[in-house]
Structure formats: C-alpha cells, structure tokens
C-alpha cells in the first residue's frame, strides 16, 4: 500500500537505542507516515555510569534508571527478548517466555544491542563476577555485606583474609572506577563491623597492560595509580592473569590470590546474538557499517553503539562510549528519515570531548577538551556531566537528593533481595571449598 507507514524497529535501549527512539519521537512528531518501536527484555534505560553508585548504595538503585513508557511516549515499546532476525522476510524473532514468541515486522531496523562483558580474554572468566548491569551492581553489593557478616565472626585468619579480599580484572575505565567506588564502600561498611579492621581489607586491581587508564594518556593513568596506591589499594600492571577459579586467581609468577570477590572487568564483546546475522563485521565481532551507520549491502539496516565499528574520516571504528552513542543516535534519527524520503544522508563525524573516571572519595581523573583535569574538580564535572545526560529532570532531582543525602549520613548497609536468588548457599559452597587442604 502506498500510504502503508514506514515502520521502523530498533533493537536494544542502551544509550545509541533509547537515544534514536527519541531523537525519531522528536522529528516524526507531526507526521503519520512513520512508526517507531523500540525493543528491549528491560522496561528501563540503565544510566550506566551511575552504577558504581547505585550499587554501593550512594544512589537508589531505581533511581539509576529511567522507565522507556514514560520517557518514550509516541514510540512503541515491546519488551521481549531478541531471538533472531530474518532479512528476507524483514521480521524481528522475538520471545516474551518460554511458549510465547511474536513476531516483528519492519521496514528499516537499528540495531543497538549493546555489549557483554569480554570473558575470552581470561581463563575461567565464567567463575568471577561481572559489573555491567543493575542486577550485578545489587548482587555485588549483597554479595560484600554478607562477606562482611561471614568474616565478622570467622576466628580463621587465613580465611577471614580470602572473604576480605576484593580483586578487579582489568584496569580500564569499568575496572578503575568500580575499585574507586568499592574501596570508598568498604571504608563505610567497615564501621558496622567490630571485627574487621580497615587494615585486613585488601583490594588488588590487576592490569594484563603497562598502564592503568589506557584510554587517558599515561600522566592521566599514572596519577590514578598513585591515588589508589596511597590508599592501600595494591595495583599491578603488566601483569596478565594466568586462570581465575572460583575462589583463587593465579599469576604468571606463580602469585595465588585468595578471594571470594573476583571481578572481572576485561572490556566489552558485542552481543552474542550478532554472531547468527548475516553481515561484515570486524575482527571484534562488530557490524561494519559506512560513516551514515548503514549496514553495507543492506540499506534497511542500521548499527550503532557496542553493535557497529563505525569508521570516522580517518577510517578508524569510533570507541564503543557512552558519548558517541549518544551523538551517533541524532545523527542516525536523521538519517533514516532521510532515507525515507530519498534525501542525501550524513556521515558521522564527532571530535571526542574528552573523558572522565570518577577515583572515589572525591576524586577524579581525566581529559576535558585539551585539558588535564585531576582531584575534585574533575570528580565535579564528571557527575555533572552525567547528571545532565540523564533525561526526564525528575530522575536529576531524585538523583542530586541521593548525593546530598549521602554527604551527610553514611552508606545503607541493608542487603536488598530483589531477584529472587540467593547468594548465601553460593557462599558457602565458596566456603566449604576454601577450607578443603591444599592437594
């Protein structure tokens, strides 16, 4: 039908997905031509650099995020789970529950799936946590206080020290800022506890790399180290881990780390479904778009975020960060519309404005403009920045309440059972291990 309405479906509500839904809300706000649905198996969008503080209890957890009916109206909101795609039809496979699918028909498809923690990188990856949505960031929590509680009345020294030890794999900026956030929490959480001393915490971050940071220049990363180090933080570099076990990490020196917290922070895969769609994609398993974000080969497809390597005017992929995610959906908005009405489309073209880690207690690191910036003033501007790239100012209030709240009384040490599973039998599983002799 020739007044049938263009129907486009994106995939994902990430910063690049949640960011176009908007940014097309906003152009096709007066017209009847066009259809936007978002897809997504979460009803919010996660402000992901808050989650250090949403999971040491500085924020809300709710207040984190923002739910997409409310902040998307005039788009369609289907919340399934992706399971496939078919081009030749042009339908999303998705699934609701285990014998409910449905199916989505589209005309021209984004795909913002985000990523997933890298686990190739380190043998046994699968045994350690990760840190990369609102659920880890609560179970991480949980998982600290009831250690606090197990080691708060263990009379074995050797294994009071394994439930207080706390490691970070990989030292970017999920690593870094995790462990800045982690050991200010400890510090709280320890002046509940009349049995566990500030000195019997141990934090390690472990680098495979020559330099903590490695996406800020060397001073940059060389300040932060010193930070973390007077802190008595221990931070090696250069030191690539060798297995990580349930409970113990080794090292190519032949160093064994007991731990009942092992994080790993390894950077960032795509989403494994990308590997079933039939396009180019990039040694990194990311799909290869033209400088618009359209697929090659097939116009009605579009990739941005953790999902696409995008190349700038010099050829190289764009950085898988928050920022461009964000600039790349107004320009993707753009574009499909253009493509709709057989208008010219624009390349992305986008200068970094700098980037930020946040140290804890304060303190900040990182690169605005051309500008070093250190200490408070660059903890100050990376929350404010933050804050103000969380939409809808309702959540702005309700999160700048927490921050003066938590100035001035000390971290909620309450564990929050909120998904229905229970770490304590994991524990002490993870226990009954640690005490078995040495083979």
């Known amino acids: 039908m020739a007044d049938a309405k263009k129907r486009i479906v994106i995939l994902g509500s990430g910063f690049g997905g949640t960011y176009t839904a908007r940014h097309l809300r906003r152009l096709t706000r007066h ?8 897809v997504s198996r979460d009803n919010y969008f996660l402000m992901t650099p808050l989650l250090f503080e949403a999971g040491s209890g500085v924020l809300e957890p ?81 998982h600290v206080i009831e250690l606090f509680e197990r080691a708060d009345v263990e009379p074995d020294p050797k294994r009071k020290q394994a439930l207080l030890t706390f490691v970070i794999v990989g030292a970017g900026l999920v690593g870094v800022e995790l462990i800045g956030e982690l050991d200010e929490f400890l510090d709280h959480l320890s002046e509940s506890y009349p049995h566990i001393d500030r000195e019997q915490i ?42 990580i076990e349930p409970t113990r990490i080794h090292l190519p020196d032949g160093t064994t780390i007991d731990s009942h917290t092992i994080v790993v922070a390894t950077g960032v895969a795509p989403n494994p479904l990308l590997k079933d769609i039939a396009v180019e994609k990039d040694k990194k398993g990311r799909i290869v778009t033209e400088p618009t974000m359209r697929v090659k080969d097939r116009p009605e497809l579009w990739a941005l975020g953790d999902s696409a390597s995008i190349p700038d005017p010099q050829g190289k992929p764009y950085p898988p960060l928050a920022q461009h995610a964000i600039r790349e959906a107004r320009v993707l908005a753009h574009n499909i519309l253009a493509a709709i009405d057989n208008q010219p489309l624009k390349p992305f073209v986008y200068q970094s404005l ?10 900040g690191v990182g690169r605005v403009l051309k500008f070093h910036v250190k200490g408070f003033v660059a903890w100050w501007i990376w929350r404010s920045y933050y804050l103000f790239q969380m939409p809808r100012w309702n959540r702005r209030f309700r999160i700048m309440i927490d921050w003066t709240v938590a100035l001035l009384f000390k971290n909620d040490i309450v564990k929050l059972e909120l998904f229905g599973i229970s770490r304590e ?5 993870d ?3 640690a005490r078995k002799p040495d083979a």
């Open 202 to 243: 141990r934090l390690e971050l472990i680098e495979a790399g020559p330099k903590i940071l490695p996406e800020l220049e060397p001073e940059l990363g060389e300040y932060a180290k010193n930070v973390y180090i007077k802190r008595g933080i221990n931070v090696r570099v250069g030191t690539p881990v060798k297995e």
């Open 354 to 363: 700098g980037t930020l880690a946040s140290l804890g207690h304060f303190k």
């Open 31 to 38: 017209r009847n031509d066009v259809e936007v649905t978002l």
């Open 62 to 142: 709710r207040h984190a995020v923002n739910p997409l009916r409310p902040l998307l109206k005039g788009v369609r909101f289907v919340k399934a789970v992706v399971k496939g795609l078919d081009f030749e039809k042009k339908v999303v496979h998705t699934e609701f529950s285990e014998d409910e699918n449905h199916d989505i028909e589209y005309d021209h498809l984004v795909i913002a799936l985000g990523g997933v923690t890298n686990t190739s990188i380190v043998p046994g990856s699968d045994n350690a946590m990760r840190f990369k949505t609102l659920a880890d960031a609560i179970l991480l929590r949980n």
């Open 425 to 429: 039998s994991e524990l002490a599983d």
């Open 431 to 433: 226990t009954r291990e």
